[in-house]
């Protein structure tokens, strides 16, 4: 397998990527197609289509190999099941698969591009294929969710009133909802899940560098800076 595209993402360090696709709906990307794969022509008709499947290569974790059994987010990170009851990226051949919106592709000059939305991607993942998503065969009616419910969250978001400041000038100057997307970022939790502390945790989101802590219910956004 080779890479057909390369994804440029919202999320620019692993930290606070979503745990799957589908639950950050500001968080967008854009699939940047490659050559010989960024011809009009490859991606000719896919726009009638609301979502799509992307496949792509868990690149950054490679490294660190994979094993039978994993303790995944959602058993609260200290249960194992096996590597294929999960959807880790520390898996044989490292492949995953998002089932993301489809916004809007642009064919300019020799580039295609593909944006899209409610992504769990990380920027520069590179993507080994890309699918029309059909809810009438990718989605039957009586699947259950395992041991993974889709998850809830009861967690309250307070923004300092300079990060409010800072996102409304980001967003004016960029085009991108900052504000909302650290919002829906930080209502999923990122904190690994055996931390229920306060410290503060920096998260990274495009080229800006945001500071939080939760207070039992409430997460504070104490602080952004652009890197
Ligand atoms: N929807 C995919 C991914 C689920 S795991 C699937 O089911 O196959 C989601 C996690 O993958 C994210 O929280 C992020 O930490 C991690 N991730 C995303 N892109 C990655 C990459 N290129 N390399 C390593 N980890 C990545």
Same mark, same amino acid.
């Given at each position: 397998? +080779?890479? %057909?595209?390369?994804?440029? &993402?919202?999320? /620019?360090?692993?930290?606070?990527?979503?745990?799957?696709?589908?639950?950050? #709906?500001?968080?967008?990307?854009?699939?940047?197609?490659?050559?010989?794969?960024?011809?009009?022509?490859?991606?000719?008709?896919?726009?009638?289509?609301?979502?799509?499947?992307?496949?792509?290569?868990?690149?950054?974790?490679?490294?660190?190999?994979?094993?039978?059994?994993?303790?995944?987010?959602?058993?609260?990170?200290?249960?194992?099941?096996?590597?294929?009851?999960?959807?880790?990226?520390?898996?044989?051949?490292?492949?995953?698969?998002?089932?993301?919106?489809? +916004?809007? %592709?642009?064919?300019?000059? &020799?580039?295609? /591009?593909?944006?899209?939305?409610?992504?769990?991607?990380?920027?520069?993942? #590179?993507?080994?294929?890309?699918?029309?998503?059909?809810?009438?065969?990718?989605?039957?009616?009586?699947?259950?969710?395992?041991?993974?419910?889709?998850?809830?969250?009861?967690?309250?978001?307070?923004?300092?009133?300079?990060?409010?400041?800072?996102?409304?000038?980001?967003?004016?100057?960029?085009?991108?909802?900052?504000?909302?997307?650290?919002?829906?970022?930080?209502?999923?939790?990122?904190?690994?899940?055996?931390?229920?502390?306060?410290?503060?945790?920096?998260?990274?989101?495009?080229?800006?560098?945001?500071?939080?802590?939760?207070?039992?219910?409430?997460?504070?956004?104490?602080?952004?800076?652009?890197?």
């Amino acid at each position: 397998m +080779e890479p %057909i595209a390369i994804v440029r &993402s919202c999320f /620019t360090d692993k930290f606070g990527i979503p745990r799957q696709a589908g639950l950050v #709906p500001a968080a967008t990307a854009s699939l940047e197609m490659l050559p010989p794969y960024n011809r009009p022509e490859a991606v000719q008709g896919l726009e009638a289509f609301s979502h799509i499947w992307v496949f792509f290569i868990f690149h950054q974790a490679v490294a660190r190999g994979w094993k039978n059994m994993v303790r995944p987010p959602r058993l609260g990170g200290n249960k194992r099941v096996g590597v294929f009851a999960s959807r880790s990226p520390q898996r044989p051949n490292f492949l995953g698969s998002s089932v993301v919106r489809l +916004e809007e %592709i642009v064919a300019e000059g &020799s580039g295609v /591009t593909i944006h899209v939305s409610g992504v769990d991607l990380l920027d520069r993942t #590179p993507v080994v294929d890309i699918k029309p998503y059909v809810p009438y065969s990718d989605s039957p009616a009586d699947a259950d969710n395992g041991f993974a419910p889709p998850p809830t969250s009861s967690l309250d978001i307070i923004f300092a009133p300079e990060v409010l400041d800072f996102c409304q000038h980001y967003e004016e100057r960029q085009g991108r909802p900052l504000q909302q997307l650290i919002s829906q970022v930080l209502t999923n939790d990122p904190r690994p899940a055996y931390h229920e502390d306060e410290r503060e945790y920096g998260l990274t989101l495009w080229d800006v560098n945001i500071r939080f802590a939760v207070h039992g219910k409430t997460i504070m956004v104490k602080s952004v800076r652009p890197l």
